[in-house]
């Protein structure tokens, strides 16, 4: 299974992201919930957002309100945040769990740095 995240750069507070995540190497019923995590320098990865299959959202109270994560397709799936902030800045990570065992699997992460 490989997931490959992209959308991350150099960004100024205010703007807005969107990162991109594709699922291979696995059939598409047994992908289960997508969920993106960050991780920022000297701090734990925690989780930003998460969707199920059918649509249940998720979001960490740090982005609540000024974030979207959605999905194309069991493989494909999006992660948006509006007004960002310095804050913001880390590696941002897409997650999906395996239906038949519940095993996780991470794409390589994309950094995001959001300038002052």
């Known amino acids: 299974v490989q997931l490959q995240a992209s959308g991350g750069g150099l960004l100024q507070a205010g703007e807005s992201l969107r990162l991109s995540c594709r699922v291979s190497g696995i059939i598409t019923s047994n992908i289960g919930p997508m969920s993106w995590f960050r991780q920022a320098p000297g701090k734990q990865r925690e989780l930003v957002a998460s969707?199920?299959?059918?649509?249940?959202r998720e979001y960490a109270d740090s982005v609540k309100g000024r974030s979207t994560i959605s999905r194309d397709s069991a493989k494909i799936g999006y992660l948006q945040i509006h007004g960002l902030k310095p804050e913001d800045t880390a590696i941002y990570y897409c997650?999906?769990?395996?239906?038949?065992?519940?095993?996780?699997?991470w794409g390589q992460g994309t950094l995001v740095t959001v300038s002052s």
């Open positions: 997650r999906v769990q395996r239906r038949s065992d519940s095993s996780d699997y």
């Open positions: 969707i199920t299959r059918g649509g249940d």
